[in-house]
């Protein structure tokens, strides 16, 4: 699975969007590129993933670049729950594992 | 609540004593996962099933761990004679392949070794 670099912790304003970016610069054609947050205390909960189009769901849009060397998580209108870390993954479909690395820590000021 | 589920939420035991965690995945999820995450890290891969097969053992999962899931549903994780640096969160996973194939968490069992 390729690696990816995330910027260790973030800050963000209630209620103004957080973008967060991450670098993926040796992806695979065939890999795919989730995102998952973990709030303090709890498991690992999915957000989005996707293969080289923008994707957009009820929780975040995902953005990825032309090449698929980087993309961006987007909380539309972050809240305070939003505050937790954000991990960038990039597997094959199928692939029996994630490989986690240390993410973002988000944190969504009052 | 995604609909995976972990029992206990807490485990204390003392250095030595043998532990056992359940993991219920979500119901016709055909693949279970587990994964250990210490604190400051991400979650590690530990091993996975599909259906009642164990598939892939991580070298993270010493001989003193033991995982099964003997009907294809609910997985349990045994540690014999634990020892303080297998205090961690224990996280189980479930996911459906092929057909969407994302890997939907419980909220771990944390264990502490005294």
């Known amino acids: 699975d390729a690696k990816t670099t995330q910027p260790p912790s973030m800050d963000c304003a209630e209620g103004r969007a957080a973008n967060l970016p991450c670098n993926h610069s040796?992806?695979?054609?065939?890999?795919?590129v989730y995102w998952y947050r973990q709030i303090h205390s709890q498991g690992p909960q999915y957000i989005i993933h996707?293969?080289?189009n923008n994707e957009t769901n009820e929780m975040a849009s995902l953005i990825i670049t032309e090449d698929r060397k980087s993309s961006t998580l987007i909380l539309p209108h972050a809240t305070l729950r939003d505050t937790a870390v954000y991990y960038c993954?990039?597997?094959?479909?199928?692939?029996?594992?994630?490989?986690f690395g240390q993410g973002t820590r988000l944190t969504i000021n009052p | 609540d995604t609909g995976v589920s972990q029992n206990p939420r807490h485990k204390i035991t003392k250095r030595g004593q043998n532990v056992t965690f359940r993991c219920d995945p979500i119901?016709?999820?055909?693949?279970l996962y587990w994964y250990r995450q210490t604190l400051g890290q991400g979650p590690e891969f530990l091993t996975y099933?599909?259906?009642?097969?164990?598939?892939?053992k991580s070298r993270l999962l010493s001989d003193r761990f033991s995982a099964e899931r003997p009907k294809g549903s609910f997985s349990t994780l045994e540690i014999q004679r634990t020892e303080q640096g297998d205090s961690a969160m224990y996280l189980c996973?479930?996911?459906?392949?092929?057909?969407?194939?994302?890997?939907?968490f419980g909220p771990g069992t944390r264990l502490t070794v005294l």
């Open positions: 996707g293969l080289k």
């Open positions: 099933f599909q259906n009642e097969a164990q598939l892939e």
């Open positions: 993954i990039v597997r094959v479909q199928g692939a029996q594992k994630l490989v």
């Open positions: 119901s016709e999820h055909n693949r």
């Open positions: 996973a479930s996911s459906l392949v092929p057909l969407t194939d994302t890997q939907y």
């Open positions: 040796t992806i695979s054609g065939n890999e795919y």
